[in-house]
Nanobody
Framework: QVQLVESGGGLVQAGDSLRLSCAAS????????VGWFRQAPGKEREFVAG????????YRADSVKGRFTASRNGFLNTVYLQMSSLKPEDTAIYYC?????????????????WGQGTQVTVSL
């Protein structure tokens, strides 16, 4: 069973950059789609970005296009979320998740494994 652990969150100012990491253990991420989601207080969990491990195909929500991108490191069995030009509305808990189902990348219910989340707070 795959375990996922996020890291890299913190408090930054608007316009700053931040890189989140999602380290997997207990198994390889080969064959998985790894997605990044976020959840702000009082809001539903929403898809942010993702990457198909085998092919490297990238996915991004419209709200973060041009600012966020996912990437992977096969040697480290780790997926990253590079965030730039951060805005206060990006404040949320960020989660990584993994699924073997290639369809519905943006759908949280289709993911099998989740990390515990890491807080990102963007101040003015």
């Amino acid at each position: 069973q795959v375990q996922l652990v996020e890291s890299g969150g913190g408090l930054v100012q608007a316009g700053d950059s931040l890189r989140l990491s999602c380290a997997a253990s207990g198994g390889t991420l080969r064959g998985y789609v790894v997605g990044w989601f976020r959840q702000a207080p009082g809001k539903e969990r929403e898809f942010v970005a993702g990457v198909t491990w085998n092919s490297g195909v990238l996915y991004r929500a419209d709200s973060v296009k041009g600012r966020f991108t996912a990437s992977r490191n096969g040697f480290l069995n780790t997926v990253y979320l590079q965030m730039s030009s951060l805005k206060p509305e990006d404040t949320a808990i960020y989660y990584c998740a993994a699924t073997l189902q290639p369809g519905g990348v943006t759908t949280p219910s289709l993911y099998d494994y989740w990390g515990q989340g890491t807080q990102v707070t963007v101040s003015l």
